[in-house]
């Protein structure tokens, strides 16, 4: 028997519950995301939203595990390289916008 066999005792409605949850959680940050003009997180929570509505399709029976799962995955790895992508435009495209200000080096200019 593998380990967490047990997981398959609970409800369905367990399961949906966490869904659920999830989902709201991601649809809120998408919408907040989405009023401070944050395209890019906006776009990887509304993934990462979507991907908890391909999770739920397995818990009511509309399709099988290992589609949804393997749908739910891309739309999350997805979501997770834009999060990672807003993070890096906003550093290296913004420094001005975190309170960082670039001072240019020009070699030799700090020797006496």
Known sequence: MPYGSWINDLPT???????????AI???FAWVAAKRDLTLL???????????????TYHLDWTVFLFAHTIAE???LTAFVLVFAAAAYRV????AALGATLVP????ALDP
Request: proline share 2%; charged share 10%.
């Open 92 to 95: 290296v495209r913004q420094p």
């Open 13 to 23: 409605g367990f399961f949906l519950v966490v869904h659920i949850a999830a989902f």
């Open 105 to 108: 080096v020009v070699a030799g």
């Open 42 to 56: 906006a776009t990887a929570f509304s993934l990462f939203a979507a991907a908890e509505l391909v999770y739920m």
């Open 26 to 28: 991601g649809a809120g």
């Open 74 to 76: 891309v739309l999350d």
